[in-house]
């Protein structure tokens, strides 16, 4: 194999002289011979030679033949869904195995030589899948599925880590599972995480026939749990007597009953006639058995096919004869089937047996890893394998960029666009991966510090600080407060291969180890060629941002952690605070260290922090005013309080911003651990609360399983019918459809102002670069086609003369593979002259930006102009402003396209990650000049709407298909995730402006509102959103006057779009502030009794005058819900908790919601087609207009198709959403997906079954679909059918106030309603939910499973929504948060910590419920959206926990709380004494250095 040649051609900075180049050659020549990777892939031996060296594992796995289930989330190592596993040989025990959750899109190739990569294609498939896989998917554990692969393989790897071969024992228990850290890495935007982590759970009951062992020290283990393991296990550990029946046997068996199976005794399957409440009884969601054999139920699985039918005589007799020739088929059910018992559902799972696991490759054991070199004339790798090695190869080329778990070079060169010409794999050093560790009681006692080498993974780290913590005890102190940051440092996947080294070399101002290793003096060892080995002690090693003291030579081989001896009091510890605990970047963090005499005084003192400088920094001042003084007296920590106040003295418009927070932080950290130390050296005692940080307990909630709506397939609990494809990787997304012949990839050319003329565009250069076909832009379509928009069309595919916002899309530039088109992408030249950029709703306000729009609500007084007489009635009036912050999709898959043009008549297949195959279809056929007929707009799946995908989707296909159409060839497309942010919109800003009169006793009596959103630079459906919010703002309460305007704001940002509940949460997020407000302020009347007695009854009108009915379940659901939760007694203990407890504040709160269904202002959407085809064989085709993003639309058509035609539901298959199927489909949206789809099919089917009549009659009510369509077909019977409905009763016309006339605007209401209970650290502003009921009318399900899903995950989404989400903007524009690192949604230990999920099925007096005016598809309601809202109870809760610290705190002013309530806002609403302390005054002209655009 011929070697690589030293690179000629470096790609990027540093660039290598070529003296320097030239002079690795004798080095490869003599030690690095081999360019070759040895190394497995699932079980398969695989030599690779020379691979691309820009290649990370990512790029290469998805280029092999079949496995595409590794996903491209983010390539920053922030979402999980490229995670894969590395079996290798353990570090300590080099006979274990040990299994890495890596991420593939950072780590790099190099890396896998000597190991095994497993893939999620490795552990199982559709056919044979593995037990993991199996549950996940039957307890629905996996929506939209993009996820789900990642998630798969982190517990994938913590099941195998599980295994002790060697003792043959299994250990595994819900902490592990939940409290480690084993699932930070990975995100999931659909499910809620609840379903995952209770099939993860499942796994705590096997004992794979060997040995369990149970946690018992997990005292924390929830009831829930506690219960899904009796019933996994039938019983066993329980309070009942049967055996369990576990594959193992149970500690129960006796001969006579050792094959029993489960015998539940799921409070479910005794339905009751109120909601769940708490008991232990109540606390079981479902039957679940371990066992291999799965009972199949008909009406779910069963269809028969025949042979080809033109082999087969025409049908005679009864039909009874064909059986006999039924040949069982391939069925389109992909999930495995599922039955229920009386309404409960049964699940049965295959049992789990790691010998049936991939094994580490024999080889392996014998592999000796030798140096390697492979490149090519632009890039060059190394992977030197001893030190020696590295620092020769340093020494000869010194500007050679180690890499060790490449967490921060890999995303420098995929963000920064630096590559390096020349990178040094570390990692697999055995010096710098190895720590050896004290042993010996001797070593144990006489060691004085920790010597840890470099590149050891900080798992390991975490692992080897505990240990020796464990064995020391207090003098180890700072390896436990190292391995507190270690704990929170990043996700599993990061820690499994990052280093400290690499967070030493990086010198990152928000780095969580260095405060640390600076407050403990620890010093760095390194290595040169000339100079041998040297020491740097950690305080001289960062000398400016980003920035260290080592020479560019040096490799760092070792650091030093000095242990203080056992005669000496001393206390080290550690703080970090987030925007979200799990996975994130510190705002502030530190490590602290107090050393005292004899006497108390302070000897040595070290107070270290980072995110408050460009560099991790000692607080000098604070140290010197400490340093001497008596420790444990307050004025000391007064003095230190003071001093922190200089050292950290930022101005408003710190970089990276929040300087007031961060400076309250420094403060409350220092105070913090001012009383912990006390506390720890046993000099005072301290109010224990001021120490403990939040801590979350294991996660349990229930859903109320049972349904006694049930029918045949409808009703049913029916896993989704992808979803374990999408467990086992073989559910296709666009990008992974295989790669067409000729296909090229699109790479964006995106602008880089905010606003500003284009004076010119050179594209030339990026047509010199290697793969580059061509470039597309305005000019290469008439300008009338460059023009589209959902309902307005204002906005260019291309920008024509001016941009106008950051990331628009200039031109397209197409090249061979996607690294080329990104490459060649950057490399065009654009020319601007900037122009002044409005950015927020108040500049767009003040510079009255506005898109026209003009429409209001008015009721009573206001329809006579006279809304000032209204309040002129009112006792007390109110007025406000209110914000809420957008919300970015984070869809998983971000928007992608593939657009494959037809050699004959211009037609194309246009296959698009879209919710609107309509509107692709109309744009593409637009910019091509083809038309519709001729233009096949497709999708299968997506990973992830959101409503993100319902317009925003439209412009990525139609630059394909113009750039298709020109070259004739096949193009691809798919975002990076910071493309995907910046330029597809989010959720909307909105802020109300509002005046609110009310009766002294409560009642709301008038409202006034002006309503603003930020559209972005276009329309899009900004004024629709508006509407829809406008129409919100009454939430469930009845006003008697109202005039509501509704604004649509013109800026400079991207267009801002729908996104589940569409202007609706924004606005009921209002509403509620607005009577938290008058609540506050009446102060006579509590919160809960203003809402009840301002609650809409039946009859009343809202402000579009639709009539509420008998449908109207608010006040049932209310009741239900407060004795369900114990709301009550638990608010009155809230109270208390809050007068006895200063420092932690608890806040619980209860709040309704309703949801008005229809696309309400665009009547002609309120349609849709089906079409159902029977062939001959019995088997049915199913198409409609809807498109599955994860919400189960396929799934619930599909049962509907089953039921309505008396068939299987596995004889019912949808293949896609296309056009050429269905026309003039409406986007799949509004949550009425089930509602105007089912009804389409419904109708498809009626046809049918009216054409099909004659033949069941002949042959009977039972005989199967193969024998009537069988008949029906030699009959010549058409059995294709379109279905068509369109809702019916709705229709209101703007400006119509009269209640006579006046049509109704939504066709029916879903209702809702929620209570959380958070706690909230006054010291920090951290929290977390610790339970949150919620209980949702939506009518008869169609199937429940799929909506408990869409209600834990909306809500969760709400939850994230209303806290941790935020959008934030840099002054010129750019979106600054683009990214999982910068822009935090829930993770898995985000959600409530008590989860319970349940559905209105009885009125108070226990009768089964009704709905009067419900004419929908199987009386079910549409789901997708209305319960985002009651994610904001969560935010609600946290205000009444704020309220209480303000209370104590006595500060008067009325509190005002905008959206999202992030940790910075919750922090500086509390107004304590720090918080004063700390204030960062705003100078004269001074501007933040982040905008929120609200
Ligand atoms: C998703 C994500 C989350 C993160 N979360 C955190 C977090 O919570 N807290 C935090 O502090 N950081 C975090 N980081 C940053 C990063 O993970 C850490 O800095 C990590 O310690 C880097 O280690 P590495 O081995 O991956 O370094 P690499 O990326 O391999 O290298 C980083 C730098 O160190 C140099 N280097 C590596 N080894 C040596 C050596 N032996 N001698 C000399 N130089 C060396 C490299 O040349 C490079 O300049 C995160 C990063 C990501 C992508
Ligand atoms: S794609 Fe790798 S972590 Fe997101
Ligand atoms: S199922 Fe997890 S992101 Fe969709």
Not at 95 to 123: M, Q
Not at 170 to 182: M, N, P, Q, V
Not at 253 to 270: E, F, L, P
Not at 424 to 442: A, G, Q
Request: aromatic share 8%; net charge negative; with cysteine.
């Amino acid at each position: 194999m011929a070697l690589p040649s030293p690179p000629k051609k470096p790609l990027a900075a540093p660039p290598p002289s070529i003296s320097a180049a030239d002079s690795l050659s004798p080095l490869i020549q003599a030690t690095y011979k081999s360019p070759d990777l040895n190394f497995y892939l699932n079980g398969r031996k695989v030599v690779l030679s020379n691979p691309n060296p820009h290649w990370t594992l990512l790029d290469y796995i998805r280029a092999q033949h079949g496995l595409k289930g590794t996903k491209l989330g983010c390539g920053e190592g922030g979402c999980g869904a490229c995670t894969v596993v590395l079996q290798t040989k353990g570090i300590q025990e080099k006979r274990k195995v040990s299994h890495l959750a890596v991420n593939a899109c950072l780590f790099p190739l190099v890396g896998v030589d000597g190991k095994h990569i497993i893939t999620i294609e490795g552990i199982g498939s559709v056919s044979n899948p593995h037990p993991l896989q199996e549950r996940i998917a039957k307890l629905h554990g996996s929506q939209c599925g993009f996820c789900t692969p990642g998630i798969v393989m982190s517990l994938y790897a913590l099941i195998r880590n599980s295994y002790d071969v060697d003792t043959k024992t299994f250990h595994l228990s819900a902490s592990d599972i939940e409290s480690k850290g084993h699932l930070d890495g990975n995100l999931c935007r659909c499910t809620g995480y609840k379903p995952i982590l209770q099939a993860a759970k499942t796994f705590i009951t096997e004992d794979l026939k060997e040995h369990l062992i149970e946690d018992f020290k997990d005292s924390n283990t929830p009831i829930l749990q506690a219960n899904l393991l009796d019933v996994v296990q039938g019983g066993c550990g329980s309070s009942s007597t049967g055996p369990c029946g576990r594959p193992g046997g149970c500690c129960r068996d006796t001969s006579s009953n050792k094959s029993s199976t489960t015998d539940s005794k799921s409070a479910a399957g005794s339905p009751s006639t109120q909601p769940s409440s708490m008991s232990d009884e109540e606390q079981i969601s479902a039957n679940i058995e371990t066992n291999k054999g799965l009972d199949q139920d008909s009406c779910i699985s069963g269809s028969t096919y025949f042979k080809p039918v033109k082999s087969l005589q025409a049908p005679i007799g009864n039909g009874a004869e064909n059986h006999s020739e039924n040949t069982k088929v391939g069925t389109s059910l992909d999930a495995p089937p599922s039955q229920s018992q009386k309404g409960v559902p049964k699940l049965h799972f295959a049992e789990y047996s790691p010998g049936t696991e991939l094994i580490f490759p024999p080889a392996l054991w014998k592999y000796e890893q030798k140096p390697l070199c492979y490149g090519n004339g632009m890039k060059l790798w190394f992977r030197p394998v001893t030190l020696d090695q590295l620092v020769e190869l340093k020494g000869i080329y010194p500007s050679a960029k180690l890499v060790g778990g490449a967490s921060e070079v890999q995303v420098e060169i995929r963000f920064k666009n630096v590559d390096f010409a020349v990178s040094v794999y570390v990692s697999d050093i055995e010096e710098l991966k190895e720590t050896k560790l004290p042993i010996s009681k001797s070593e144990l006692e006489s060691i004085d510090e920790l010597y840890l080498s470099a590149n050891t993974s900080l798992t390991e780290l975490e692992r080897i600080c505990e240990d020796v913590y464990e064995k020391l005890g207090q003098r180890a102190m700072v390896l436990e407060a190292l391995r507190k940051q270690f704990r929170y440092f990043g996700g599993r996947q990061i820690r499994n291969v990052a280093s400290l080294a690499g967070n030493i070399a990086t010198a990152s101002p928000i780095s969580d180890a260095n405060p640390v290793l600076l407050a403990a003096g620890a010093s760095v060892v390194a290595q040169t060629k000339s100079k041998g080995m040297f020491q740097i002690p950690i305080e001289q090693l960062f000398i400016a941002y980003r920035t260290t003291s080592l020479p560019a030579d040096a490799v760092i081989t070792h650091i030093r952690v000095p242990l203080a001896s056992s005669d000496i009091r001393e206390v080290t510890k550690a703080y970090k605070q987030a925007k979200r605990k799990d996975d994130d970047i510190a705002i502030v963090t530190a490590g602290f260290r107090v050393r005292i005499n004899d006497e108390g005084i302070v000897e040595e003192i070290a107070l270290s922090y980072g995110g408050m400088a460009p560099t991790t920094l000692s607080a000098r001042k604070s140290e010197d005013a400490i340093v001497g003084k008596e420790w444990a007296i307050s004025k000391t920590m007064e003095l230190g309080l003071d001093a922190l106040t200089k050292d950290f003295d930022l101005s408003f418009g710190v970089p990276g911003g929040m300087a007031h927070y961060r400076k309250t932080l420094a403060l409350s950290l220092f105070f913090r651990f001012w009383h912990e130390s006390v506390a720890d050296l046993g000099l005072e005692r301290v109010d224990n609360q001021i120490i403990m940080e939040i801590r979350r307990g294991l996660s349990t909630g229930l859903r109320d399983d049972y349904n006694p709506n049930e029918q045949r397939v409808v009703g049913k609990q029916i896993p989704h019918l992808s979803a374990l494809k999408q467990c086992t990787g073989e559910a296709e997304y666009i990008d992974d459809m295989p790669r067409q012949e000729r296909e090229l990839f699109g790479g964006l050319v995106l602008s880089l102002k905010a606003h500003a003329k284009l004076l010119e565009v050179d594209w030339a250069p990026a047509l010199e670069m290697p793969g580059v076909v061509g470039y597309i832009d305005k000019n290469s379509i008439p300008t009338e086609a460059n023009i589209w928009g959902s309902i307005f069309k204002d906005e260019p595919f291309f920008a024509d003369g001016e941009v106008q916002h950051y990331g628009q899309v200039i031109g397209m530039v197409y090249a061979e593979t996607a690294l080329e088109a990104h490459a060649a992408a950057r490399a065009v030249k654009v020319y601007y002259e900037e122009l002044p950029a409005i950015l927020t709703i108040d500049e767009a306000i003040k510079a009255k930006s506005f898109f026209k729009h003009e429409k209001d609500l008015k009721k009573g007084a206001a329809i006579h102009g006279k809304m000032e007489d209204a309040f002129a009635a009112c006792d007390r009036l109110f007025e406000g402003t209110t914000r809420i912050g957008g919300q970015e999709h984070f869809y998983l898959e971000t928007n992608a396209s593939l657009v494959i043009p037809h050699s004959e008549d211009g037609s194309m297949e246009v296959w698009s990650s879209t919710q609107n195959c309509m509107e692709t279809q109309e744009f593409v056929s637009q910019v091509t000049g083809v038309p519709s007929n001729r233009i096949n707009a497709r999708v299968k799946r997506m990973g992830g709407a959101f409503g993100g995908k319902e317009s925003r989707s439209v412009p990525f296909a139609c630059l394909l298909a113009i750039a298709a159409k020109k070259e004739r060839r096949p193009m691809r497309l798919m975002l990076n995730r910071d493309e995907d942010m910046m330029l597809s919109g989010q959720r909307h800003p909105i802020q109300v402006r509002w005046k609110v009169g009310v009766s002294n006793d409560g009642k709301i009596l008038a409202l006034d509102a002006d309503s603003y959103d930020n559209a972005g630079f276009s329309q899009d459906m900004s004024g629709a959103v508006m509407d829809r919010c406008i129409t919100h703002l009454d939430n469930c309460y009845e006003i008697p006057n109202v005039y509501l305007r509704g604004h649509v704001c013109k800026t400079n940002t991207h267009s801002n779009t729908a996104f589940r509940g569409f202007g609706a949460p924004q606005a009921m997020f209002v509403t509620e502030t607005i009577l938290s407000t008058i609540a506050e302020g009446l102060s006579s009347i509590d919160i809960d009794e203003l809402r009840l007695k301002n609650l809409y009854t039946i009859g009343d009108r809202t402000p579009f005058f639709q009539q509420i009915d008998e449908d109207w379940h608010i006040p049932t659901l209310l009741d239900q819900i407060r004795a369900s939760s114990d709301y009550d007694s638990r608010k009155a203990k809230v109270a208390e908790f809050n007068v006895s407890n200063k420092w932690k504040k608890r806040g619980i709160c209860l709040i309704p919601t309703k949801f008005g269904l229809s696309f309400a202002t665009a009547l002609h959407l309120n349609q849709a087609g089906a079409t159902v085809k029977i062939y001959a064989d019995g088997s049915v085709l199913l198409h409609h207009g809807g498109t599955e993003m994860g919400q189960g639309l396929y799934t619930k058509m599909c049962q509907v198709a089953a039921q309505e035609l008396g068939v299987p539901l596995d004889s019912i298959y949808t293949h896609d959403s296309q056009t050429y199927q269905i026309a003039n489909a409406s986007p799949t949206a509004a949550s009425s997906g089930s509602d105007l789809n089912g009804m389409a099919v419904k109708n498809a089917c009626e046809i049918l079954n009216e054409r099909l009549r004659p033949y069941r009659e002949k042959y009977g009510p039972d005989a199967a679909m193969k024998t009537i369509a069988h008949a029906a077909y030699f009959d010549r019977v058409d059995l294709a059918a379109n279905g068509f409905w369109k809702m019916p009763k709705i229709g209101y016309q703007w400006g119509d106030t009269n209640a006579d006339t006046a049509k109704p605007m939504y066709y029916y209401f879903t209702q809702g309603v929620g209570v959380t209970e958070v706690e909230l650290d006054v010291l920090t502003g951290d929290h977390t939910v610790l339970r949150t009921d919620i209980m949702m009318d939506v009518g008869q399900s169609i199937n429940p499973a799929i909506d408990y899903g869409q209600i834990e995950g909306a809500f969760v989404q709400g939850q994230g929504l209303f806290t941790i989400e935020e959008s934030l903007w840099t002054r010129s524009g750019e979106l600054a948060t683009r990214g999982p690192g910068t822009y935090k949604i829930p993770g898995f230990s985000d959600i409530p910590q008590v989860f319970n999920v349940s559905m209105l099925r009885h009125d108070d007096q226990g009768r089964p419920l009704t709905w009067k005016h419900l004419r929908t598809i199987q009386s079910s309601k549409g789901i997708g959206e209305p319960p985002l809202f009651l994610g904001a109870t969560v935010f609600f809760a946290l205000r009444e926990a704020v309220k209480a610290a303000r209370e104590m705190n006595e500060v008067k002013e009325p509190l005002v709380l905008h959206s999202p309530a992030t940790a910075e806002k919750l922090r500086l609403a509390v107004a304590d004494s720090l918080v004063k302390k700390a204030e960062v005054i705003r100078k004269d002209g001074e501007s933040g250095f982040f905008v929120s655009v609200a």
